[in-house]
């Protein structure tokens, strides 16, 4: 059990009623002034509702003040020692990849490398080994480390990027750093419960929708982007790409978002930053449509020389199934834009997708012409989501349907009919209905 260096300037302040200057505490740690006042700051948005306060007198220093006993006390028993010491984690060799990743993706400033080891508590060989591998992971990313001697080492790329890796990475597991994002305090709960609102308001007056999974992503993505502004790093389009997006219905959701979201948090979004939303909006839209008419000409092309594809080499007949042309193009449709603007939709669900070999055998055929169309290759992940479709289709070639059942599931359509695939399945003989439902939309069936 090891201590985290804001305990240490707690400690610090409370060990003398006296002031305390950032230099001194800096001194004492071996760490910089700022790293301390960006610490206090961190300290300060802990203690904030739990009774006590870290005060600043320009010219004299911080000193620690408590202001409410019973509401303190209760805090340092119950909740202090999961920010005072650090568990074994840094023995972890993924918890420190992503502590590595996290403190230099939220800092544009350079790091030295010694301060990460102290804070870190590990061996220079251990840093150079994780190092290694999340120079790998930056890489897939387009963004790399830059070193300077004796100013340490700091990330480079677009801010696109930065952000992308992340939103990634606080999504799937959030670590406690001394920069980290912690959803467990009060100001970034407030902070997202404003989000929350504002995207429901403005949802509500565009009659707009999204998926679950999707909804939530776009949180973690807009939460991101209000701390990167916040520091002054602004994401910028190309005017080509910009004007395009202006003429989208998802421009104008996005607008409505940014002019709420400026309101409430004092803050400014350029252009930029209203189609770095809208980009977000057209990748992850719930499809409403599901009619031939909606299908895209040159997705329909696509598909059609897949399906040619999949029976020249296996003899299984899927150009007659409407039901799969129409739910695999209004899943390309955005996969489309999401390849345009170079956004990542990861699948959590990958490796269990993998395992039915033949769905995944035809994503890849049609992955193979989409790249032939369009020059772009997809990720796994994105054959992952084309392959659930495929499985559906499989599946329902057998399907005996007989009684009547709703699935509810929140990660979009294509998880919901894999799921629905398998329930008729295993109960062919007792099932009369089948549909799925999404979490957002389950109260107003």
Not at 14 to 38: G, P, Y
Not at 44 to 52: Q, V, Y
Not at 242 to 254: G, I, M, R
Not at 259 to 274: H, P, Q, R, V
Request: charged share 30%; net charge negative.
């Amino acid at each position: 059990m090891k201590e985290t260096r804001i305990k240490k300037i707690f400690d610090i302040l409370t060990s003398d009623e006296k002031n305390f200057t950032s230099k001194e505490i800096a001194h004492i740690l071996q760490v910089s002034s700022r790293t301390v006042r960006n610490d206090i700051n961190e300290l300060n948005e802990i203690f904030d509702s739990n009774g006590a306060i870290i005060e600043s007198k320009s010219g004299i220093g911080f000193k620690f003040v408590i202001n409410d006993l019973d509401k303190f006390e209760n805090f340092l028993k119950n909740k202090w020692r999961k920010f005072a010491f650090l568990e074994d984690s840094f023995s972890n060799p993924e918890y420190r990849k992503k502590y590595i990743l996290q403190t230099f993706l939220l800092q544009n400033d350079f790091i030295k490398v010694d301060d990460v080891l102290q804070e870190m508590f590990i061996s220079r060989t251990v840093f150079n080994e994780d190092f290694k591998i999340v120079k790998l992971i930056l890489n897939e990313y387009n963004l790399e480390f830059e070193t300077k001697p004796y100013k340490g080492i700091k990330i480079v790329g677009s801010e696109i990027d930065r952000r992308k890796c992340l939103a990634e990475y606080v999504m799937e597991q959030p670590v406690y750093a001394a920069s980290s994002i912690d959803f467990n305090l009060n100001s970034n709960k407030m902070l997202l419960d404003d989000i929350k609102l504002t995207l429901s308001e403005s949802f509500d007056k565009y009659s707009y929708s999204l998926t679950h999974l999707a909804y939530q992503n776009l949180l973690i993505h807009l939460y991101v982007s209000i701390k990167r502004i916040g520091l002054g790093h602004s994401v910028e389009f190309d005017e080509e790409n910009l004007q395009e997006l202006k003429n989208t219905s998802e421009f104008k959701v996005a607008n409505e978002i940014s002019k709420e979201l400026a309101l409430k948090f004092f803050t400014e979004f350029s252009d930029g930053e209203i189609a770095y939303i809208a980009t977000h909006l057209i990748s992850k839209q719930a499809n409403k449509s599901h009619s031939y008419e909606s299908v895209d000409s040159e997705v329909s092309e696509i598909l059609e020389n897949s399906f040619a594809e999949i029976y020249r080499r296996y003899g299984i007949e899927f150009n007659t199934n409407l039901d799969l042309l129409v739910s695999l193009s209004l899943h390309i449709s955005p996969l489309l834009e999401r390849l345009k603007f170079k956004l990542f939709m990861k699948n959590p669900i990958l490796e269990n997708i993998k395992a039915y070999v033949l769905p995944y055998d035809f994503a890849i055929i049609t992955a193979s012409y989409i790249k032939q169309k369009y020059g772009s290759e997809l990720s796994e992940d994105e054959i992952g989501y084309i392959a659930l479709h495929y499985s559906t289709a499989l599946g329902k070639r057998i399907q005996k349907v007989k009684k009547k059942i709703i699935i509810v599931c929140g990660s979009g359509k294509a998880i919901s009919n894999l799921m629905l695939q398998k329930f008729e399945k295993t109960f062919e003989d007792s099932i009369e209905f089948i549909e799925t439902c999404d979490v957002m939309s389950i109260y107003e069936k």
